[in-house]
């Protein structure tokens, strides 16, 4: 900005600078260091306190994870796939082992299908509090940091019984799941689940009824219903502008069809709407790990026995489930060897990225954390 | 052995302890005895009740610590002892350093964590002291295109207005450290600092971040200061005084806040935002713009900036104490002491030794009384500033704008017209029926 | 007046909650409990047995140095090595035994799900750190020793709400 | 963006989640164009190939006419043996209901050099961006990781890969990665 020249007889006073268009704008890098960035850079052109354009810079916690599992057979990829997202990781594999189980023509039992449903939900909670933590970390309310970061430990105490390890579970197998559950674990998880939903509820008068809250985000980051369908937004952000897609409902996959659950729709699509959805679904979600402890199986077979090196036909799937972001979808090509030619993981994160220099552009920068973080986006899974 | 960490050995360091000991004795003895003498030639020696207290007459109270008692209640009554210690300074910092320890716990509490825990045993008491060392022990970074001598000052000019502010403030009968006729003023003006300072400081660090949370400092106070003073002009009229005292002892019957409420909510809400507290903390706002005007501060500059914005935030609630609360005014807790004692005195250890001192209770009951309760109700109203933090997010500057011009600045109003009805209706005021 | 109802219960749900029970535990001091011993499979019905996944257990009479573990690893965190142990043993002729870098281990359990003669198993053992690269890696003699747990706290729940007890 | 009449033909001539609905599509495709080729008919999931110099038009019969009003995702397949490289578009829909569980897979190749550079060789193909602007930023991955360009689109610029990227675009097969 220094090199400019300005028009003859105009030049600035010392210590002055004259106001011109170019002058106006900065250029602010938020990220990849910044406390309200996640691993990625947002950089923003800024017009005194509004944001004249974005530009998303993901990229930073790129992995190559699509890459790996061309060098990897159908079992060994399995660790390796959910580290993408680790807070959500059995629903990161759930479409890799529907996918993997079409190709290499299984069937799961029945208990089986319930234990992923349980799991999957657990996870879908367990990612969706600590969104919430940063949501709250991002407004300023450290009380909802707090809370939903230490009430995540009951559905992570959960699956640590269920699967053996906090976050990067490695439960789900092509032919089921690793291993049953421990024996009195439909009372534990009854009564944790139970718990967690009555605090779930107490997070509406200091989060959800706030006035303050409220005032912030509502009327901010509009996405309209139009525009949500034809960028191709899934998840949390869709439903937030008033579209009913939910995959477990549209495309029920396992036992879905069986469990008693509706579909979350808010018709507004601004930011307190995209951030309250996933507090319903979660509140959802423990009614389908009650209907599913209910109505699972009390025993029989968890896991099809498959060979170390299962080979798939020369074919390609395309399987998806909703995850807690949205629709998480794995495109597996298979050439016939015991290694995928080629899988594309398909994350909800990179989809909703592009409504986001569509809803920041014209935006105050005050808004940039609840626009930003309410597009249910986790850096790590988009950059994979 | 690596450079880092010279050759150690304990008879150097004992060495060197010993001899510097050695040449403070012999300079002190050799050049400061002599300049003790000298001073002494010129100096008058203070009287106090009738009695010189020359050199020697000190040293005879070192001795009898009992006779060094009006040397005490004298000091007391000086400015130093009163910007330093109690009404001043060290009183507001030990509150301060009391309520960074008690919104670390209550915060914790809320957000069913524990906070500090390990840091000096109960409770992580010390744990304040810890980060002070920290913030101490820290190197200063500043920016290298800083304008530096600006970007030096300002915190100390943070600290020092933060100092200002407290010293206008009445805590007991006749302990404040300025009583100035015209203190409420005095109290704006100090208060008209704070945003000069904070945009100086932004502008001088030269980086984008404070910048931007210099120039939303600077909207946010100075568009909460026009319904703080508003607020403030109710009492004014109502007790026909801007000085604090007088103000404080307008309110022996009944605290302010019973006819003026509307004042009161308006006046804490400005307070919130001129402390920058959640939900008014957008100069700091920490997932927008890093942490505002304070980005740049390193080490013990941040620590400045920090003890002056607790000593704001001590002043403040002070100042709400005094206007509304009734300041030190309330039941009496400690009973006037009996006669004997300031009379005869107190005798300490009968059997062993009996040292009979006369007029042992420094402070007089009234100012006891007052003391605790000023505390009391200040304790109560930080408890309402520190609340919010637990239960609100941040709004946004168009909103905090938008509270400030339109809604509070009406509400002053309505209090303003409250106050002129029951001046003109002759309910309370100069010559009311109250 | 909704805003002011809205923020009074705002502030009344902080103030409830400060007489709440905490949440957080100790950790150092107090460790959580875990189901079981760690995670086990059962090559005959093929399927595992629940529990946490820590550091690995192995046992010297059973393991018959058949790299399976070692080959189930390779293509995910290659922590398995085969050296030589001096051990005679009937089943093992090469007496080779797995030696695991937990520098490496992703603590998948997809080892122990390979091994075919219930020789590897995994414990309830979390704290392996070390000060060195080479502390991180054990050897089969390290392996052999069973772990010494001490964990006891467990999530309770009452009226006031949740704590570990 | 599926214009309404378009919504009321399909909603007319399917009556919701028959089971021949999958097959009803695929006729439709190919009975208005000639030269492309229905690769399978599986339940809910459809692939179409088509030629590269179709694309644009066969996407904007399947968005007007068959109501598939987004794509999911752009999935680059690198076939080495064929000389080609295949980029499969999975187009869904969210306004028409009969079509939730559908995925059209709409494949093309375009031709593939073992020495590439990318955006200035023969790898390119016509962006579908004006069609579907969902896959703005999918195409950009696709660009930077098999090195196909897209005519047409207004920001191929590097997405996950550093900026500095100098080797050939990883995803192709002739990437190795080291050790394997």
């Known amino acids: 900005m220094s090199d400019q020249t300005y028009p003859k007889g105009q030049e600035a006073l010392p210590g002055l600078q004259l106001e011109k268009v170019d002058d106006r704008i900065m250029t602010l890098n938020v990220g990849p260091q910044h406390p309200g960035s996640g691993h990625m850079r947002i950089i923003l052109k800024v017009d005194g306190d509004y944001i004249v354009h974005c530009d998303p810079d993901p990229g930073y916690v790129h992995r190559g994870e699509e890459k790996m599992a061309e060098y990897r057979n159908y079992i060994t990829n399995i660790p390796h796939l959910e580290r ?3 807070h959500d990781s059995c629903n990161i594999l759930y479409p890799y082992c529907l996918g993997v189980e079409e190709l290499l023509g299984i069937e799961v039992s029945e208990r089986a299908k319930y234990l992923r449903v349980i799991a999957a939900e657990l996870n879908r909670c367990v990612y969706t509090e600590y969104w919430l933590g940063i949501y709250g970390i991002f407004l300023g309310h450290s009380t909802m940091f707090m809370w939903p970061v230490g009430d995540r430990e009951l559905l992570i105490d959960l699956l640590d019984k269920m699967t053996g390890a906090r976050v990067t579970h490695a439960y789900f197998v092509p032919g089921g799941v690793r291993n049953d559950v421990p024996a009195n674990f439909e009372d534990v998880c009854l009564r944790q689940v139970n718990y967690f939903e009555k605090r779930l509820k107490e997070y509406a008068d200091v989060f959800y009824d706030n006035p303050i809250l409220i005032s912030r985000t509502k009327d901010t980051g509009v996405l309209s219903r139009e525009d949500a369908i034809k960028l191709g937004t899934t998840g949390s952000v869709l439903r937030a502008s008033g579209v009913d897609f939910d995959i477990r409902k549209k495309e029920p996959y ?17 930011s307190y709407a995209r951030s309250k959805i996933p507090w319903l679904d979660m509140l959802e979600s423990c009614r389908i790990i009650r209907d599913a402890l209910q109505k699972m199986p009390k025993s029989g077979s968890v896991r099809v026995k498959l060979k170390p090196k299962p080979k798939g036909g020369d074919t390609e799937v395309y399987r998806r489930v909703e995850s807690g972001r949205g629709a998480l979808a794995m495109h597996i090509v298979s050439d016939g060897n015991s290694q995928p030619y080629r899988i594309k993981i398909n994350v909800p994160s990179f989809r909703n990225l592009i409504a986001m220099p569509h809803l920041l552009t014209g935006e105050k920068l005050g808004n940039l954390p609840p626009v930003y973080w309410s597009l249910n986006y986790w850096p790590v899974e988009a950059d994979r | 052995m690596s450079v880092i960490a010279p050759k150690f050995r304990l008879g150097y360091l004992i060495k060197g302890i010993t001899d510097n000991i050695f040449w403070i004795i012999v300079l002190v003895t050799l050049m400061g005895i002599p300049a003790i003498q000298i001073v002494l030639i010129y100096i008058d020696f203070p009287v106090i009740d009738g009695e010189i207290w020359n050199p020697f007459r000190v040293l005879d109270a070192m001795t009898h610590p009992e006779r060094a008692l009006p ?12 910007i330093i210690a109690f009404p001043g300074f060290g009183f507001a910092a030990l509150i301060a350093a009391a309520v960074i320890f008690v919104e670390r716990k209550m915060l914790a509490k809320l957000q069913l964590r524990v906070g500090p825990f390990y840091c000096g045993k109960v409770e992580g008491i010390l744990q304040l002291m810890a980060d002070g060392l920290k913030l101490i022990s820290k190197e200063i970074i500043i920016p290298a295109k800083a304008d530096k001598p ?13 100092g200002a502010f407290v010293a206008l403030i009445p805590v007991a009968p006749g302990w404040v450290v300025a009583d100035i006729d015209l203190g409420l003023l005095a109290v704006f003006a100090v208060i008209g600092f704070f945003p000069i300072i904070t945009i100086v400081s932004a502008w001088s660090a030269n980086s984008k971040f404070p910048f931007i949370g210099g120039i939303r400092a600077l909207y946010q106070m100075v568009s909460f200061e026009i319904p703080l003073i508003l607020s403030l002009l109710g009492i004014v009229m109502l007790t026909g005084s801007l000085n604090l005292v007088e103000i404080v002892e307008s309110q022996v019957n009944f605290p302010w806040i019973i006819f003026m409420p509307v004042g009161a909510i308006v006046f804490f809400i400005c307070i919130l935002a001129e402390l920058e507290r959640i939900p008014f903390d957008l100069p700091e706002a920490e997932s927008e713009i890093v942490a505002g005007w304070l980005t740049e501060f390193s080490g013990m500059m941040y620590g400045l900036v920090q003890l002056g914005s607790y000593l704001k935030l001590y002043a403040f609630a002070a100042l709400f104490v005094v206007l509304f609360l009734g300041g030190w005014n309330g039941p009496v807790i400690v009973p006037p002491f009996p006669a004997e004692i300031v009379t005869d005195g107190i005798t300490v250890m009968p059997d062993a030794l009996t040292v009979e001192i006369v007029g042992l209770p420094l402070f007089t009951h009234e100012m006891i009384n007052g003391t ?12 309402f500033i520190l609340l919010p933090r637990g239960v609100f997010p941040r709004v946004r500057i168009d909103l905090l704008l938008k509270i400030g011009w339109y809604k509070l600045i009406v509400l002053a109003f309505v209090n303003i017209f409250i106050a002129l009805a029951l001046v003109y209706g002759g309910i309370i005021g100069p010559g009311g029926i109250l | 007046m909704g805003t002011a109802s809205g923020i009074i219960k705002a502030l009344n749900s902080g103030v409830k909650h400060i007489a709440t029970k905490r949440f957080t535990f100790r950790y150092p001091e107090q460790k959580l409990k875990f189901v079981g011993d760690g995670y086990q499979y059962d090559p005959d019905a093929g399927v595992g047995i629940a529990g946490y996944k820590g550091r690995h257990i192995l046992f010297h009479d059973k393991c018959t140095g058949c790299n399976l573990c070692s080959i189930a690893c390779e293509d995910i965190a290659e922590a398995i090595a085969m050296p030589k142990v001096q051990e005679q043993w009937k089943h093992n002729k090469k007496a080779i035994m797995p030696q695991i870098d937990y520098g490496k281990c992703v603590f998948c359990g997809l080892c122990v799900d390979a091994c075919p003669f219930y020789a590897l198993y995994m414990t309830n053992d979390y704290e392996l750190s070390s000060f060195t690269k080479e502390g991180l890696i054990y050897t089969p003699a390290q392996l052999q020793v069973k772990p010494k747990v001490d964990q006891d706290v467990e999530i309770q729940i009452d009226e006031k709400g949740a704590n570990h007890g | 963006m599926s214009s309404a009449d378009s919504t009321e033909i399909v909603k007319t001539d399917d009556s919701s989640l028959a089971p021949d609905l999958d097959k009803s599509l695929s006729d439709s495709i190919s009975k208005k164009f000639s030269n492309i080729e229905i690769a399978y008919v599986k339940p809910d999931r459809i692939r179409v190939n088509v030629k590269k110099e179709e694309i644009i038009a066969v996407a904007t019969f399947i968005r007007d006419e068959l109501n598939f009003d987004h794509a999911e995702s752009v999935s680059g397949v690198d076939y080495p043996k064929d000389k080609q490289i295949e980029v499969v578009y999975h187009l869904g829909s969210y306004t028409d209901t009969s079509l939730a569980k559908k995925i059209l897979a709409l494949a093309t190749r375009t031709p593939r050099e073992d020495n590439p550079r990318p955006g200035n060789d023969s790898t390119k193909l016509p962006s579908l961006r004006d069609v579907f602007p969902s896959v703005s930023f999918h195409e950009r991955e696709c660009f930077e990781m098999l090195g196909v360009y897209f005519d047409g689109h ?8 550093p ?10 097969k002739d990437f190795a990665i080291k050790g394997r």
Do not use: C, H
């Open chain 1, 254 to 270: 396992d036992v879905y069809e069986e469990l008693d659950f509706q579909t979350n729709v808010l018709k507004e699509g601004d």
């Open chain 4, 163 to 172: 900026e500095d990227w100098a080797d050939i675009p990883p995803l192709r």
């Open chain 2, 372 to 383: 605790i309760w000023f505390i009391l109700k200040t304790v109560g109203v930080i408890f």
């Open chain 2, 71 to 82: 040397l005490v209640k004298n000091f007391m009554q000086t400015d130093l002892f009163k």
């Open chain 4, 154 to 161: 207004p920001d191929n610029r590097r997405l996950l890969l």
């Open chain 1, 84 to 86: 993408p997202v680790i």
């Open chain 2, 150 to 162: 600006l970007f030096w000052v300002s915190p100390v000019l943070f600290a020092a207005t933060a």
